[in-house]
């Protein structure tokens, strides 16, 4: 189903991937009333890992912001499966969990969880502004510099 949402989508250039089968014993979602919890995705295309490394190792801070937006644009995927294939079901997004694969003295995590954030409010408007978390680690799936999880309301 097209709508406001799709269509601003590709107004905006934006291409999703194909919603990706998890990696271990998990579903990409679930819904819950009117929310969706949305699993934590990481910094892939259609199943490619994109952005190995640590942030303050080798990835910057605009290379780790793209990997954020990359898991963001999985978020999106698998919402619209969630949400039957209409993105203007979404009411709003109401919190991101970004993790980021750094070095122990990086400390610029929510600058890199921003390309996430971004995105949400880039494709949704105002629905898209949420509650977050940024969050350093020594190390994710892949060896990935980010994964981001989401929980949106549904209408």
Known sequence: MSGKIE????????????????LANYVPFTVSGSLVFVAG??????GERRFVGKLGAGISIADGQQA???CALNIIAHLQVAAGGNLDRVRRCLRLGGFVNCTPDFTDMPQIVNGASDLMVEVFGDAGRHARAAVGTSSLPGGVAVEVEATFELG
Request: glycine share 4%; no cysteine; hydrophobic share 40%.
């Open 7 to 22: 269509a601003r989508l590709k107004k905006l250039g934006i291409e999703l991937p194909q919603p990706t089968a998890p």
């Open 41 to 46: 995705q990481i910094s892939q295309w259609n």
């Open 68 to 70: 954020a937006r990359l």
